[in-house]
């Protein structure tokens, strides 16, 4: 039976707008059965989204979006179907969240030296104490009138040659791709269309990833035009990889679009939950 799938989407627990229980309300009034929430380098949000989730009669997988340094640059890889209680992935992301406010203070220090005063805290309190990312500090700088949105902001001041970039120094793929696969989950490579790289480069990723035993490649994200959908069904089909669909949705609004409004996956791909079983889903996960 076809089913709408949304398979890469976030919440408070990480940069997200919507709490947990909200974005599955939503998600239920768009249409969307079967939803994955992702949250960057956190699981915090996944207990009051199963219980939502259960209400609304959604299939919820649990997810995560894992921030990976490869290559000198930062990619994310996405966790579907994982085990939450799961010790090394939660160990791992534990670190992650570490680092995540040692780089934010950081942050905070480069724009203070750029005469913006209070940016940490700023961040922090958009954050509401849980995981801190750098949309924090964009809302924190739209607020005081430094720019006039958060693309804007990123543009401007946190990303790199900008004066509030800091280098991400986030976990190996190998070790991404490890706590993924400890936990009984699919290893995703996120948004391959964002990182600009090139066509060789993409290739050198998608070879180790899948030595390490990784399955899936976004081919539809919110953030792919068409003719990347395409491009990235095509190399789905040639590496034997799977493909995902997910709008990486954040807020209402338009970053990176909206809940379940994604185009269909091109024929000539096979979907990650192609040997999903139901109605427990997904547990014939390749290893
Ligand atoms: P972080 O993981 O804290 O470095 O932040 C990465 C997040 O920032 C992404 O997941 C997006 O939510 C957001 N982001 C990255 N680039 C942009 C951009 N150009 N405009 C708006 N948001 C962005
Ligand atoms: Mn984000
Ligand atoms: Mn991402
Ligand atoms: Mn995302």
């Known amino acids: 039976m076809p089913r709408k799938y949304d ?14 229980p909200e974005l599955i309300t939503l998600a239920a009034a768009k249409g969307v059965e079967v939803l994955a929430l992702t ?6 949000g996944l207990v009051s989204a199963r219980t939502a989730a259960d209400a609304a009669g959604l299939i919820l997988l649990p997810g995560v979006e894992i921030s990976v ?64 990312g750098r949309i924090h500090f964009a809302r924190f700088l739209v607020q ?3 720019a006039s949105d958060e693309r804007e902001v ?6 790199k040659g900008k004066p509030g970039h800091v280098a991400g120094d986030w976990v190996s793929l190998e070790a991404a791709v490890g706590w993924i696969r400890g936990a009984g989950g699919q290893a995703v490579i996120a948004h391959p269309g964002r990182y600009g790289f090139t066509r060789a480069k993409l290739l050198r990723l998608i070879g180790q ?5 990784g399955v899936g490649i976004e081919v539809v994200s919110g953030s792919h035009t068409r003719d990347e959908c395409l491009r990235f069904a095509r190399y789905a089909r040639e590496n034997h990889l799977l493909a995902s669909v997910g709008s990486d949705f ?7 679009t909206e809940l379940g409004g994604m185009a ?18 997904p547990r014939t996960v390749s290893g």
């Open 154 to 159: 990123f543009k401007r001041y946190l990303v």
């Open 39 to 44: 949250d960057h380098d956190t699981l915090e």
């Open 69 to 132: 340094t490869w290559g000198g640059r930062t990619i994310h890889i996405i966790g579907l179907g994982i085990d939450c209680r799961n010790q090394a992935l939660c160990d791992g992301l534990a670190e992650l969240s570490a680092y995540r406010r040692r780089r934010a203070e950081a942050i905070g220090r480069r724009l203070s030296e750029e005469g913006i005063e209070g940016a940490f805290e700023g961040a922090r309190a958009f954050s509401n104490g849980r995981l801190i």
């Open 144 to 146: 005081r009138g430094y």
């Open 209 to 213: 990833f899948t030595e390490l035993g």
């Open 7 to 20: 398979l890469h989407t976030h919440s408070t627990a990480s940069d997200g707008t919507l709490m947990p």
């Open 250 to 256: 954040h807020r209402p609004g338009n970053l990176w």
């Open 264 to 281: 269909p996956l091109p024929s000539l791909c096979t979907p990650i939950w192609a040997d999903w079983e139901e109605p427990r889903l």
